[in-house]
């Protein structure tokens, strides 16, 4: 068989997709090899009790499936993948299929994003490999093989299924010989049945994520962060020397939909009071930080607020990767990007700091940093105190590391500067009923930053762990500024925050949820507020 393989290799049979495409024409009725990639995230059912956690849903139907249940011997939930099962002879014939798929067909058809015209090309030439080869299948085996052969060149080999679970936040791959872990949605941090075993294997597949970012992982250059052209973004290392078990990479699974105000509060991150309070905030151009630990859901926060920028506004974002999605008109969304070159050069690259620098030139009303670190900070500071309005995320646990790590190197800004910011939106994990929840844990309002570097802070909100409710005090120093700057009377801004509440709560009991319907809202109650409390019958 392999000298058939390699007689055929020689011939060099580069097939263009369209040209194969329009050659057999007429032929489909022959391909049989479908994959439902319309299902939708199924149910999962509440447990009460975890030790009886015995269920499964297809992501890759009807191929591949997920098997969540109870491990008795390590005392947790397991994430099992369940895929066709090859014997030795069908093992061996993938194996001399993979081969010639590699050396015959033109794998820049991969660029075509269309996975339907993928599979079709993939299976006719499947189908004429098969024949020049003299290999015949039975329907189930061949459509197994199919399945292997889809997720190893198409997909993304083991992790496919996971690439497939809408119900997975983060994958994690700490090396060989150690389980993949997830962050399930449901179930939090949980081991999975996959593991790379072999070294080469593990490298191979660094090195496809890593083109599959647009990226280039080496041994010179053996970091990488990029973003899959779905959105997810990824980290990976390549070599030993970095991370003592091999290549690692970690995803963060690119979400669907932006999550709406409406969505944050039914999932019990924050309250209507705490909406109500920052979208008077936002309106009034306040300054916001959102702080929180990794993952612990700071940049699904700040898309969230800015949401409830006035619709006109003009809008400029600066990320690493791209994750804010907005749909306000006048916004620009830009992304930074690293460099090529040897040697500790950078040609080509465009820094968060660059692009920042940038924006200010561009008059916005809004700018949003999507995480600072360094430098960046002391642009975005900067441009806040020339009177843009901005909105950042910040890696941090509470207001006193924030002011640290502000007036510290790399950023050294000086009290006065820090005092700019007005509102910092505290984020965690929490455990609710023994549940893993987010929570706004505390909205805190900068009153003074000494020199010394203390804050003086008033806390209008804050989540009470005990009874898991938000604690709501009817004093915000934001609400006075806002009075002060803008000729507001008190009582009028009191009374625009208990019908924005009384709105956020009527929109979330009628199950209007979604980003898109939620902004629809917010604009059409910038352009005529009356109409809108009309139709829910505010007034
Ligand atoms: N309030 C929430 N409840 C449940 N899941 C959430 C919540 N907020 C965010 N998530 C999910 O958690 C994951 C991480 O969210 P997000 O990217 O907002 O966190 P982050 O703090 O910005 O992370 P990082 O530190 O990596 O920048 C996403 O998959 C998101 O959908
Ligand atoms: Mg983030």
């Not at 050069?345 to 200010?360: H, R, V, W, Y």
């Not at 670190?373 to 590391?401: I, P, Y």
């Not at 900068?446 to 009874?467: L, M």
Request: charged share 25%; aromatic share 10%; with cysteine.
């Amino acid at each position: 068989m392999l000298d058939k393989l390699n007689s055929l290799f020689k011939r060099k049979k580069i097939i263009d997709v369209d040209e194969k495409i329009k050659k057999t024409n007429g032929q489909n009725e022959q391909l049989i090899f479908k994959i439902d990639f319309s299902s939708q995230k199924p149910e999962l059912p509440e447990i009460e009790d975890q030790t009886k956690l015995d269920f499964r849903y297809g992501v890759i139907i009807p191929f591949a499936y997920i098997h969540l249940s109870w491990d008795d011997v390590h005392n947790e939930i397991v994430y099992g993948v369940e895929e066709p099962i090859l014997d030795v002879h069908e093992k061996e014939i993938l194996n001399t299929l993979e081969q010639g798929v590699q050396e015959l067909i033109d794998i820049s058809f991969v660029n075509v994003d269309q996975k339907e015209v993928l599979i079709e090309y993939l299976e006719k030439n499947i189908r004429i490999l098969l024949k020049e080869l003299g290999i015949e299948l039975n329907r189930n085996s061949y459509l197994k093989l199919m399945y292997y052969i889809y997720r190893d060149f198409i997909g993304m080999n083991k992790i496919e299924p996971l690439m497939n679970d809408q119900y997975i936040e983060d994958i994690e791959c700490n090396g060989i010989k150690t389980p993949l872990y997830i962050v399930h949605r449901k179930f939090g941090n949980i081991r999975t049945n996959i593991v790379y075993d072999d070294f080469d294997e593990l490298t191979g597949f660094v090195e496809k994520l890593s083109q599959k970012c647009g990226k280039y992982i080496s041994y010179a250059n053996p970091i990488m962060d990029g973003r899959l052209p779905d959105g997810s973004r990824v980290n990976a290392t390549y070599t030993e020397d970095v991370t003592s078990k091999g290549p690692t990479f970690s995803i963060r699974m690119f979400t669907r939909e932006a999550w709406s105000p409406v969505k944050l509060m039914q999932v019990g991150t924050v309250s209507a009071e705490i909406l109500a309070y920052l979208w008077i905030a936002v309106e009034h151009g306040t300054n916001i930080l959102v702080v929180g630990g990794t993952g612990s859901g700071k940049t699904t926060i700040i898309n969230c607020i800015a949401s409830f920028i006035k619709p006109e506004a003009r809008i400029v974002s600066i990320e690493d990767t791209k994750e804010i999605r907005l749909m306000h008109e006048n916004w620009l969304p830009s992304v930074a990007r690293s460099g090529t070159g040897v040697g500790g050069e950078n040609i080509g690259e465009i820094t968060l700091f660059d692009l920042l620098k940038a924006s200010f030139r561009q008059r916005p009303d809004y700018v949003i940093v999507g995480e600072i670190r360094g430098q960046e900070a002391n642009v975005l500071f900067q441009g806040m105190a020339s009177g843009h309005s901005g909105l950042s995320t910040m890696h941090a646990d509470d207001v006193k590391t924030v002011i640290r790590r502000l007036e510290t190197p790399p950023i050294n800004l000086s009290p006065s500067l820090v005092e700019i910011l007005d509102i910092v939106c505290l984020v965690s994990y929490a455990k609710v009923k023994n549940r893993d929840a987010r929570k706004v844990r505390a909205i805190q309002e900068i009153i003074k930053v000494s020199g010394s570097g203390e804050a003086e802070v008033n806390t209008p909100f804050q989540w009470d762990p005990r009874r898991n409710i938000f604690m709501f005090k009817r004093d915000s120093v934001v609400f006075n500024k806002i009075v002060q700057k803008k000729g507001i009377t008190f009582d009028e801004l009191q009374k625009e925050f208990e019908i924005r509440r009384s709105l956020l709560n009527f929109i979330y009991k009628k199950g209007i949820i979604e980003f898109e319907d939620v902004q629809s809202i917010i604009n059409q109650y910038y352009k005529n507020k009356n109409t809108v409390l009309k139709r829910f019958g505010l007034i």
